[in-house]
């Protein structure tokens, strides 16, 4: 077996230059998903994030195309964040109803509660933008509605259990994922009822998991 090349060390001072490129990239991030939020991705301009994000236009050119490769990447960021909460809280559950319950629950207790404009970004189709940001935004539909079904053959596998048919856990996945988009464009992702997001949430929980259970036999 041939000797593998080493792999080269990083000085000191790449090291820093990276993490500054890392943190540049971040706060254009943050800085974009707060004004689009607010203002709409339309009236939001380059200039507007730079400004926010204190850099450069061209800094922000340095790392996005233009404005729709931005927004494409702010939505894969808040997906990347809702998979992460999610797949913890499921996976410190003991079982996979409770998995199911307590993903459910962090979605609206860690993202809607204290990042309302991620979930404005996520769900609302009046934001409006190119293809780029409407593939963007499916993926990441796919990705969760895959994620549950993974989720759910899991579990009822380790518990010894069946689903009424094969296909099952695929319709409980992509019902469970509609579910979350059409509350948030319901209750206009909870401007109508910004006091009762814990309440939603725990009577959307128990909706889906009594899905669940009765389509779940020994």
Do not use: H
Request: glycine share 8%; net charge positive; aromatic share 10%.
């Amino acid at each position: 077996m041939k000797n593998q090349p080493k792999t080269k060390k990083l000085s000191a001072s790449a090291l820093r230059r990276e993490r500054e490129k890392q943190m540049r990239r971040k706060s254009i991030l943050s800085a974009a998903e707060i004004l689009f939020a607010q203002n709409g991705y339309r009236r939001t301009k380059i200039e507007d994030i730079a400004e926010k994000a204190e850099v450069s236009v061209g800094t922000v050119y340095g790392y996005f195309r233009n404005k729709e490769e931005l927004l494409a990447a702010v939505l894969d960021d808040i997906g990347l964040y809702i998979r992460k909460i999610a797949g913890k809280a499921f996976g410190e559950a003991d079982s996979v109803i409770e998995g199911i319950e307590r993903a459910g629950m962090a979605f609206f207790e860690e993202l809607c509660r204290p990042y309302p404009e991620k979930a404005l970004l996520l769900y609302d189709e009046s934001i409006g933008a190119g293809d780029q940001f409407v593939n963007a935004r499916r993926n990441f539909m796919l990705k969760m509605t895959e994620d549950v079904r993974v989720a759910l053959m899991k579990g009822k596998d380790g518990l010894g259990l069946k689903f009424a048919s094969g296909i099952s856990a695929e319709v409980i996945a992509v019902c469970t994922t509609a579910i979350f988009v059409w509350l948030g464009m319901y209750y206009k992702i909870w401007q109508k009822r910004p006091g009762d997001i814990n309440t939603i949430g725990r009577a959307a929980v128990t909706y889906i998991v009594g899905g669940i259970k009765s389509l779940m036999v020994s």
